[in-house]
């Protein structure tokens, strides 16, 4: 065209425009533009995990993602899901966030409080520009009457990792599919070794993001903090009961105080101060729960152990004291039911029994394997303080419902 002409250049992360004009009257001449797709800078999630919060009208949530930005939980009523779409009006919580076990990764904590009872949520995590599948969890009534389940030593990886992570996807499979129960109880030994990644993937099973669970410290827990980075308990003690782990914690759900005390700490003093301190935060619950991971009336492989025995002479007396109803443990991978106990002594006068009314003492109950990863052969076929015991080499779960006035115990294979 024999003119004059300049071009301008215009650069952006995602676009490279060029656009010639004549420069006599910069008129267009060409105009041409390279685009790039936007980068995402997508962080990855994952173990998620549903607990109890410190009554039955909040849940504690961690999940694990690649950043150290702290995430955030969003949560509404699944009746205002419109279209299968995340509600437009949503309750949201901001995480805290620490380093994780995990390299690279970081644990993110918050509790999601004010929940109604009997009623369904929605919720999603949050992380930048990244943003969870929606997942579900319900409520239970906030009446005196509720169920939970109970199993004993998952330990992923004690046996072949695949097989026990095989077993314990069975076993949760059961909880959910022919139960009706408010949340899950673990007697500890989530992993078989403290510090392994791929062990603690393998007993997050996807069922947690919907089903709420709580867990107890086991001796193979202890050793490190990524226990606590997987799990967010309620009113955890700052001193009493501490390892790497954790420590001892509380909750009550609806007619229950349920006690959580960290047994791999051998102070007795340190865990009746925390029982006592949190019996007298609630003074008007009807039944009064101890889960513990160390059974101290088991008749399996670890019954005679010395650290057993200690714990056997100090503790139970403290239990009758205090007033417990029932104790749930874990740790010998066995199953054993005691009789009624008055301090250290068996009330064996009505033989097995099945059920009693108004009973002196406390009852002791101790879990097999949840996941089937290990067993132990009985070696105290004679326990004076045994009415039941078991060891057919199969997976078992205890489904228990509470009312205001019974406490049914029911374990299955």
Do not use: C
Not at 37 to 66: C, H, I, M
Not at 93 to 102: F, H, K, S
Not at 118 to 147: A, C, I, P, Q
Not at 253 to 275: C, G, K, V, W
């Amino acid at each position: 065209s024999h003119r004059r002409t300049v071009t301008e250049v215009d650069i952006t992360d995602n676009s490279y425009t060029l656009t010639t004009y004549y420069a006599d009257d910069m008129s267009v001449l060409d105009k041409f533009t390279i685009n790039k797709t936007p980068e995402v800078n997508t962080v990855e999630q994952k173990s998620v995990f549903l607990t109890l919060g410190s009554d039955e009208s909040s849940r504690g949530l961690t999940w694990y993602a690649d950043t150290e930005e702290a995430g955030q939980v969003q949560y509404a009523k699944a009746a205002d899901m419109v279209n299968g779409e995340f509600p437009a009006e949503y309750a949201a919580v901001d995480a805290t966030v620490i380093p994780a076990n995990d390299e690279g990764f970081y644990s993110n904590q918050a509790v999601l409080s004010n929940l109604e009872e009997s009623t369904e949520y929605v919720y999603r995590v949050v992380n930048g520009d990244t943003v969870s599948d929606v997942y579900n969890f319900s409520t239970g009534s906030y009446d005196s009457s509720f169920s939970f389940a109970f199993v004993g030593d998952p330990q992923i990886g004690a046996g072949t990792t695949e097989t026990d992570i095989e077993g314990w996807n069975e076993t949760l499979d059961t909880v959910q599919n022919d139960m009706d129960v408010d949340f899950l109880f673990s007697a500890g030994d989530q992993v078989n070794t403290a510090s392994n990644e791929t062990q603690y993937a393998g007993y997050l099973n996807d069922a947690f993001t919907s089903l709420a669970s709580m867990t107890t410290i086991g001796n193979h827990d202890s050793g490190s903090a990524a226990y606590g980075q997987h799990f967010n308990l309620p009113n955890e003690s700052a001193e009493l009961g501490v390892s790497n782990a954790g420590s001892d914690y509380w909750f009550v759900y609806n007619n229950t105080l349920f006690m959580d005390i960290n047994s791999n700490d051998l102070s007795t003093a340190e865990h009746r101060q925390f029982m006592e301190e949190a019996i007298n935060q609630n003074p008007d619950v009807r039944w009064k729960t101890v889960i513990f991971h160390h059974s101290v009336y088991s008749t399996a492989s670890h019954t005679d152990d010395s650290d057993i025995i200690q714990r056997r002479e100090e503790l139970p007396p403290i239990l009758d004291e205090l007033g417990i109803d029932v104790v749930l443990m874990g740790h010998d991978h066995v199953y054993t039911r005691t009789y009624m106990m008055n301090g250290t002594t068996p009330d064996t006068a009505g033989g097995v029994q099945s059920e009693v009314t108004d009973p002196e003492g406390v009852l002791y109950l101790t879990a097999n394997s949840a996941s089937g990863s290990k067993y132990y052969d009985i070696k105290a076929p004679e326990a004076p303080f045994a009415a039941v015991m078991d060891q057919s080499y199969r997976r078992t779960v205890t489904e228990i419902d509470v009312t205001d006035t019974s406490y049914t115990i029911t374990t299955y294979y």
